[in-house]
Antibody, heavy 121, light 113 residues
Framework: QVQLVESGGGVVQPGRSLRLSCAAS????????MHWVRQAPGKGLEWVTA????????YYAESVKGRFTISRDNSKNTLYLQMNSLRDEETAVYYC??????????????WGQGTLVTVSS | DVVLTQSPLSLPVTLGQPASFSCRSS???????????LNWFHQRPGQSPRRLIY???NRDSGVPDRFSGSGSGTDFTLKISRVEAEDVGVYYC??????????FGQGTKLEIQ
């Protein structure tokens, strides 16, 4: 079965960096666009970034452009999110999410359990 | 960016009664290819979101048939025919027609009264 397991969350000071990882299993990782979606405590869902199946195309929310970098290693079935210059308001659970396909339907068909990033001094 | 407005924000429902969630878009969600990429998700407290419906009206595998999605253009609805206790939580709509960015509605919280 599809599994997405995030890691790398923790407490970080404002202005510092953190790298999240997402280990994928149960499907052919290299065929799927992948996303990061975040959720601040008690708030709604916010799309952050996406990367195409081959890593060639990357997309970012305006709020993180220039500070966050999404990447993937298809040989390791792993998705990454490098977050630099973190801000207080970016405290959130970060979810690794699969995009889906023609058969399963596009748009966030599987989600990881999330990893909590706390930005605080 | 497309803005999705969900209503109501809170929905108290009696067990066994129907529930209806509205999602309105600031622009048409019909893609140039003809599909409409509007999905619905359910998030129980302390859990990750789970997709229920994709492309307006297609139920995901394992989703009970008491859930149904409908709508077109800018107006969309998720309905539960008979609410069960496990249905509590927050329901979100999200559009993927005009991405990036994907945009979510602010969510509707379903409570049992």
């Amino acid at each position: 079965q599809v599994q997405l397991v995030e890691s790398g969350g923790g407490v970080v000071q404002p202005g510092r960096s953190l790298r999240l990882s997402c280990a994928a299993s149960g499907f052919t990782f290299s065929l799927y666009t992948m996303h990061w979606v975040r959720q601040a405590p008690g708030k709604g869902l916010e799309w952050v970034t996406a990367i195409s199946y081959d890593g060639k195309n990357k997309y970012y929310a305006e709020s993180v452009k220039g500070r966050f970098t999404i990447s993937r290693d298809n040989s390791k079935n792993t998705l990454y999110l490098q977050m630099n210059s973190l801000r207080d308001e970016e405290t959130a659970v970060y979810y690794c999410v699969r995009d889906g396909d023609l058969l399963t339907g596009y748009g966030f068909d599987y989600w990881g359990q999330g990893t909590l990033v706390t930005v605080s001094s | 960016d497309v803005v999705l407005t969900q209503s109501p924000l809170s929905l108290p429902v009696t067990l066994g009664q129907p529930a209806s969630f509205s999602c309105r878009s600031s622009q048409s969600l019909v893609h140039s290819g003809g599909n409409t990429y509007l999905n619905w998700f359910h998030q129980r407290p302390g859990q990750s979101p789970r997709r229920l419906i994709y492309k307006v009206s297609n139920r995901d595998s394992g989703v009970p048939d008491r859930f149904s999605g409908s709508g077109s253009g800018t107006d969309f609805t998720l309905k539960i025919s008979r609410v069960e206790a496990e249905d509590v939580g927050v329901y979100y709509c999200v559009q993927g027609t005009h991405w990036p960015p994907y945009t979510f509605g602010q969510g509707t919280k379903l409570e049992i009264q």
